[in-house]
């Protein structure tokens, strides 16, 4: 057994709506061996854990998984279930987990959610070595302590985390970056970044100004904002020097500190003033010493230069009983569970240094043995950091006007957006006065004093911090998304030209590239989630088009988590024996997410013609939700569409060669569908459907039906859908060049050219090498039923095959299906594409089904192409192909998928 990979769905999944971590395993011999059949396995897991008693699998009950032990389950399955259990006992607890077969004998996906993506890993990874531990009968044990630790050292802060779990309270897209607390925002043009209290609109310079604490006085008095008097010196001498001239007590802190760290108050002998300078220089080369202020410690947030919380800060203490010495008092105080080690917990442990040691000696308590009275308060601490292990009381109600009109001066003085005033007042009900100060302005501030005090109302900080970042709520681009077998390329590609003409900043993924406007910035076959992730994060992008393949959303879910309107343009039999994909029902299954995914009051465009993609429509997830369906059908009659349309839904349809639409119950002829280059003159029966497909989305998105139209009649297929039925004439041949490569384009092609008479039929073809044997024969029937010629080549990548593995069956399968039929096998595409218009003698269509378009296009610049919009053909040949109605339960539709 061994783990073969082990990755995180950042978004939505085939497994679950969340986030989840997807662990791929090889059973090895153990593929087949269940539980029942190894003496004692059950109970040795039992006894190391016995919380799996309380697990009710599949049974819905609690023990349902006791009895599938019994009764006999798979290692996979067990693994998933220990590492759920391991995941409470480190208190991650995650109830969820799913085991799936991935397509080859012995290899499963174990997937999770999670609460902590670093922890949940390692309960995986112990499953799966304490499973293995059993088998080969090897003592076993699982190490809690470091699963703990990991959660420890990767978890957001309490203010991290506050601000995430603001966003997902307020649908704000949210994810995070790296391993810090650095927050993305939003979608293109509304992405904004955080980090805990510091946004990306905070000033560089007002941040350097807070962080100079000299610089911030100097600030504030020149806004007549009271601060304490006080210099910068380097020297104890300077120091000592600056306390002659002034009567103490006094404060020594570093120049650029934080957190409370360094600082040393009520100082007043040249021996206390002397170890606080050294404490000091420790955190910075320069340091401040100034008048001690006396009075009530204040914390006040604000956010975009207003008051948003206030809280009474109160310094580390004990209070005794009498019996347990300092020493314990704070072992005991420590150990209330809020309390963690630095600003992982509501509240931070108590740390002893030499400020608390220097602290209690100066109140006469030499050391942690002393045992206070009872009901004796002993303060550890001058300061009331809750770094330092601080508590806070709200006080936000009770701030004087006088008082909040002062600290929005100071917060609008020093230029921060988000800022923490450390004020000395004698009591926050009352008016600025001559005790008044301002002891220091902080970039980024905790929030967890205000959002968790030890006494008062919670206040909501981090919702402050986004009502600043989206003060009108919209924090979402437009998303359309779109999946299917064939056409998904180029209904993105009419779409970004349809939005891009209305002035929208559009970022597409594709399987040719990404897209931000109209600048290509990544060539490839990009229509997986990393690609629309760089879209989504692109802050030009004002609306996303995002071309979703099947591979992406097996391996790692989708990258965004609702869109507005999503496309199916079919549903055929393709990549069947990959990844865990049996049949066309598992197809199915997969590119259901994309409509599941559809927000409410979204729109979901399904093609009416094919009943893999029209069943969607009663899809739990799609029909018990208020998601409108917008129909697309080349069949007018198509009892689907003539349903839907009776009840005044929207759908888009071909009807005697005019595409007609119905929008808001209001039906209206568009144009004929001959009068548009992609379909060539009409005939191009799949193109239709692509045309309608990207109308719908763009009228459901709110396009301006006029420019939309205008944009359709002026899309150039061989400009602006490279690769996608692009018709050339090579002296008096032509040459069309697609991706066509799985039998249901084969078909649709194959139709489309038995319409040209008079003509010799070549095609130059090259199938994935991944294919299955079975798919291979279904594409070759389709091919030796349209084609007079076939030349066969191998891809570029082989994809697990060798070289001519793939061109040799399917020339045999070819030959088995029409054994007169002229096939060839060349080596290579640039080869084949040469041999089959150099072996052209005139009236003779190439369709080149390409795998590398600059190969193809290198290769036809040898014979001086000239682009064209259309094959010459007789009058009496014009008339469209009848449209077929796709039912699954026609038998030839399996053999050869329309």
């Known amino acids: 057994m061994k783990i073969v990979s082990i990755r995180t769905n950042l978004g939505p999944s085939v497994f679950h709506s969340c986030p989840t971590i997807l662990m791929t395993v090889d059973l090895g011999s153990w593929q087949d061996v269940a539980s029942n059949e190894i003496d004692e396995f059950t109970d040795k897991l039992l006894l190391t854990f016995p919380g799996l008693i309380e697990h009710k699998c599949s049974r819905g009950r609690k023990g349902g998984f006791v009895e599938r032990l019994n009764e006999g389950t798979y290692m996979a399955h067990i693994i998933e279930h220990v590492a759920l259990e391991l995941s409470s006992i480190c208190g991650i607890e995650v109830r969820f987990g799913k085991t799936r077969y991935a397509g080859r004998p012995g290899l499963y996906e174990i997937c999770t959610t999670y609460k902590n993506e670093a922890g949940m890993k390692e309960c995986l990874r112990q499953a799966f070595d304490i499973i293995s531990g059993i088998l080969e009968g090897k003592d076993f044990t699982f190490d809690c302590p470091k699963i703990q630790n990991l959660v420890k050292e990767t978890s957001l802060g309490p203010s991290g985390q506050a601000l995430m779990d603001a966003c997902e309270s307020r649908g704000i897209p949210v994810k995070r970056i790296g391993s810090n607390s650095l927050l993305q925002l939003g979608y293109g043009k509304y992405k904004k970044f955080v980090q805990a209290a510091v946004s990306g609109s905070t000033s560089l310079i007002a941040a350097e100004i807070a962080q100079d604490k000299h610089a911030t006085k100097e600030v504030l008095r020149s806004h007549y904002v009271p601060v304490p008097y006080g210099e910068v010196i380097e020297t104890e001498h300077e120091l000592l020097d600056f306390c002659e001239d002034y009567s103490g007590p006094f404060v020594v802190k570093p120049l650029d500190g934080n957190h409370g760290r360094g600082v040393s108050l009520s100082l007043e002998t040249r021996e206390e003033l002397a170890n606080a300078f050294q404490i000091a220089k420790k955190i910075s080369s320069k340091v401040i010493v100034e008048e001690m202020c006396k009075g009530r410690d204040y914390r006040i947030f604000m956010v975009n230069h207003q008051l948003i919380a206030a809280a009474e800060r109160i310094p580390a203490s004990v209070t005794g009983n009498g019996k347990k010495n300092l020493k314990k008092l704070i072992d005991e105080v420590n150990s209330d569970p809020r309390r963690a080690e630095g600003h992982l917990g509501v509240l931070s442990r108590i740390e002893v240094d030499e400020i608390v040691t220097s602290h209690l000696a100066k109140n006469g308590i030499e050391n942690l043995d002393y045992v206070p009275k009872n009901g004796e308060t002993v303060c550890l601490r001058p300061n009331a950091n809750l770094s330092s292990g601080g508590t806070a009381i709200d006080v936000t109600d009770l701030v004087h006007p006088e008082l909040r009109q002062m600290c929005e001066r100071a917060s609008r003085a020093v230029g921060l957006d988000i800022c923490g005033l450390d004020l000395v007042h004698p009591d926050i009900r009352l008016a600025p006065g001559d005790a008044t100060k301002i002891i220091e302005v902080n970039a980024g501030p905790g929030l967890r004093m205000h959002l968790a005090p030890t006494e008062g109302k919670s206040r909501d900080v981090a919702g402050a911090i986004l009502n600043m970042l989206y003060p009108d709520g919209k924090s979402r681009i437009p998303i359309i998304s779109l999946t299917g077998t064939n056409g998904k390329t180029t209904v993105a590609r009419l779409l970004h030209r349809i939005f891009c003409d209305q002035g929208h900043d559009v970022g597409m993924t594709s399987t040719d590239g ?47 988590d609702w869109s507005d309107v999503s496309i199916i343009t079919n549903i055929q039999p393709d990549h069947i024996g990959q990844n865990g994909i049996d049949n066309i029902d598992d197809l199915i299954w997969v590119k259901s997410l994309v409509a599941e995914r559809v927000k409410d009051d979204g729109t979901l465009v399904l093609n009416a013609d094919d009943e893999n993609v029209i069943g969607i429509k009663d899809n739990p997830r799609v029909k018990n939700r208020n998601i409108n369906l917008f129909l697309v059908s080349a069949h007018h009659q198509n009892p689907y569409l003539q349903k839907h349309l009776s009840l005044f839904g929207d759908a888009v349809w071909l009807e005697n060669g005019m595409i007609k639409m119905q929008h808001m119950g209001h039906k209206e002829n568009l144009f004929p569908a001959a009068c548009l280059p992609l379909t060539m003159q009409g005939l191009a029966e799949f193109q239709v459907y692509n045309i309608m497909a990207a109308l719908a989305a763009a009228i459901a998105s709110g396009a301006d039906k006029t420019m939309l139209m205008q944009s359709l009649r002026d899309f150039k297929p061989n400009e602006e859908n490279a690769g996608r039925m692009n018709l050339y004439k090579v002296h008096n041949s032509y040459v069309v060049v697609d991706y066509g490569h799985n039998a249901a384009a084969y078909e649709k092609v194959g139709r489309l050219l038995q319409q040209f008479k008079g003509y010799k039929k070549t095609a130059v073809v090259g199938i994935p090498g991944d294919r299955s044997n079975r798919l291979l024969e279904v594409a070759a029937s389709s091919l030796s039923e349209y084609f007079d010629k076939i030349i066969l080549k191998d891809d570029q990548d082989l994809r697990g095959r060798k070289a001519y593995e793939v061109p040799e069956f399917m020339k045999n399968a070819i030959h088995r299906f029409n054994p007169e039929l002229d096939v060839t096998v060349i080596s290579n595409e640039h080869e084949a594409v040469e041999t089959a218009i150099e072996e052209s003698h005139g009236n003779e269509i190439i369709f080149v089904f390409m795998d590398v378009h600059s190969v193809v296009m290198d290769a036809l610049r040898k014979f001086d192409p000239h682009p064209v919009s259309a094959i010459p053909f007789e009058a009496e040949h014009q008339a469209p192909l009848k449209p077929r109605f796709n039912s699954r339960a026609d038998e030839k539709f399996y053999a050869r998928p329309f």
């Open 514 to 560: 990404i897209w931000i406007g109209k600048e290509c910035v990544y060539k490839g076959d990009m229509a997986g989630p990393k690609s629309a992730q760089l879209v989504l994060s692109d802050p030009s992008v004002s609306m996303a088009v995002l071309e979703v393949a099947r591979g992406g959303i097996l391996r790692q879910g989708l990258a965004y």
